[in-house]
């Protein structure tokens, strides 16, 4: 129970669902909860939460939470943690904490919270054990902190998702000689972004963006629809600049996309001049080429306002020859196929369509090599512990911490429940690992969708299913009449009735070997037999594998 413990439930190995604990003794301090979304092998899921198994049962010693900054992989599992995290007190940045805020405010059913504001470089005391203070780093959205944990054994840093950036849009610069000071003290443990490891160089500039967008907008024609996550902050406030000075006004679309404009114009984080944005009622009082908007939907999703523009769909923009239409965010891997396909579809209406690859449009807010390589200079962490990325991320993120002097056997590669212990000269891992399994949230069930369902859906979507209802007779035990055979998604059996007959022929046979005279039917196992030996047959006719579902009625 002693000693120094770090658990992550989410963010090893992928990117998103981040939250981890840092534990001294019997107290625990939170940092981040997000979601991750699904992909294509999880169907009818809504998103993934952490795994908060370990904290079961030491909700007591759960002391305080920290939010790092206010993108959903960070901060969107707050409401479905919530019960299960006791009573800590809750701190965040401004924007931060306006956004889990609002939040909140979409599930009134959990209980409610007070969030402490904070602000770079404000020191915290936990308890007598613990202490916290928190730095600025540059992000795509502004109120990003760097959380550092002072404990008996040594300061333990959280870098939160982070690039080096000496012209942010509307942020201050990282405090980079405070980092500077941390390392002079001594480090004992930094846990570091890693999503950028594997790409060389340093991340691009926001100001780099700004030139290449100028460049657009002066050869644009018609209406400019730009769609970008509604999380980059940064990337709207730089299009709202660069709309005021070419003369447009500017409309904002997609309900996560007024939702955070709303929220960072409160707050003074997004700035615009009086009448530059206009609602989408008002689009047709002005020529098209006045016009901007900003919307969601770059990753091809059905739903999202670019996706309804393409297929003619949107209430108020029809796409036009001439019109210019800006991808200006890096594809989710996962979404190649249809941001291809609503490329497709924009390309058929006539107009033009500019992506992060034909310019440089998209600066990531996470930092590449040379980025991670300062961080290590200006920290020298004497451990350090890779997080947030893909493994092969993480681990390229340690070959780099070698590069700069860490000692291989003091870099801390971990999957989300692993328990890492730590000392000042040495760590190791629990025997056991935390629970880890995803949590999958559906419409309003949260984790009660397991593998097994997941399999079966995907079974569903890819191959069908197959229900055979057969009647047995009680008192021959014989098929009493022709088996019905209901198909879904697998093969239309009315054109296939030779094939129809033969399943029926099979089941009837699998019947005949089954009964035994005098005795009663083993329902189970004649449900297994159909099932197994259907299956087999279906599989060795069609090379498809659908779901079998026998129901087996005694009359």
Same mark, same amino acid.
């Given at each position: ?122 020191? &915290?005391? %936990? #308890?007598? +054990?613990?202490?916290? =203070? /928190?730095?600025?780093?540059?992000? *795509? ?5 760097? $959380? ?91 299009? &709202?600049? %660069? #709309?005021? +000075?070419?003369?447009? =006004? /500017?409309?904002?679309?997609?309900? *996560? ?5 709303? $929220? ?114 200006? $920290? ?176």
């Amino acid at each position: 129970m002693g000693g120094l413990k770090i658990v992550h439930f989410g963010g090893l190995g992928e990117v998103g669902r981040n939250m981890s604990a840092v534990q001294y003794d019997n107290e625990i301090i939170l940092i981040d909860a997000g979601i991750s979304f699904p992909n294509e092998q999880m169907p009818g899921i809504d998103f993934i939460l952490p795994n908060v198994g370990y904290l079961q049962g030491k909700e007591y010693m759960i002391k305080a939470m920290f939010f790092t900054h206010g993108h959903m992989d960070h901060v969107g599992a707050l409401p479905f943690v919530l019960d299960r995290i006791g009573d800590p007190d809750f701190y965040a940045a401004p924007l931060t904490r306006a956004i889990l805020i609002k939040r909140l405010e979409e599930y009134k059913d959990r209980k409610p919270v007070n969030i402490i504001q904070i602000e770079a470089g404000d020191e &915290i005391k %936990i #308890s007598d +054990k613990l202490s916290i =203070k /928190v730095l600025r780093v540059s992000h *795509s959205i502004p109120d990003d902190l760097q $959380i550092v944990i002072n404990t008996p054994i040594g300061k333990i840093v959280h870098t939160s998702d982070f690039k080096f950036d000496e012209t942010p849009v509307n942020d201050k610069p990282a405090q980079i000689e405070e980092m500077q000071r941390l390392g002079d003290e001594g480090v004992l443990l930094m846990m570091s972004d890693s999503t950028g490891a594997e790409n060389e160089g340093h991340s691009l500039s926001e100001q780099d963006i700004t030139q290449n967008l100028e460049k657009i907008f002066t050869d644009a024609t018609g209406m400019l629809i730009i769609g970008t996550f509604a999380s980059l902050i940064n990337r709207i406030q730089q299009i &709202i600049t %660069i #709309s005021e +000075k070419f003369g447009r =006004k /500017v409309v904002i679309d997609g309900y *996560s996309m007024k939702t955070n404009v709303e $929220i960072t114009k409160r707050l003074g984080y997004l700035k615009m001049q009086r009448g530059t944005q206009i609602g989408m009622d008002e689009i047709d009082r002005y020529p098209r080429e006045k016009v901007t908007v900003i919307c969601t939907g770059a990753q091809g999703e059905g739903n999202a306002v670019l996706m309804r523009i393409a297929n003619g769909e949107h209430r108020y923009i029809l796409p036009r020859k001439h019109d210019t239409f800006v991808f200006s965010s890096s594809v989710i891997p996962g979404n190649e196929r249809n941001v291809q396909f609503l490329k497709d579809q924009l390309y058929r209406n006539g107009v033009r369509v500019y992506n992060y690859r034909m310019l440089d449009i998209h600066a990531g807010g996470h930092g590449n090599k040379e980025d991670l390589r300062t961080m290590l200079k200006l $920290i020298r962490p004497k451990f350090l512990m890779p997080i947030h990325g893909q493994y092969s991320m993480m681990v390229n993120h340690g070959f780099l911490a070698n590069e700069e002097g860490i000692p291989e056997e003091n870099i801390i590669i971990a999957d989300n429940g692993t328990v890492v212990n730590l000392e000042k000269d040495k760590f190791w891992f629990d025997k056991e690992r935390a629970p880890f399994d995803y949590v999958f949230v559906d419409g309003l069930g949260v984790g009660d969708i397991g593998n097994v369902v997941l399999r079966d859906r995907q079974i569903l979507s890819e191959d069908g299913f197959v229900t055979i209802v057969t009647l047995i007779d009680s008192s021959t035990g014989k098929v009493k009449t022709s088996p019905d055979i209901i198909s879904r998604g697998f093969i239309y059996l009315k054109e296939n009735r030779d094939f129809l007959m033969e399943i029926r022929k099979r089941i009837r046979h699998i019947v005949e070997d089954h009964r035994q005279p005098g005795h009663k039917h083993d329902f189970a196992y004649l449900k297994d037999q159909i099932r197994n030996q259907i299956g087999l047959f279906l599989f060795q006719k069609t090379q498809r594998r659908p779901m079998v579902l026998p129901v087996v009625i005694e009359v």
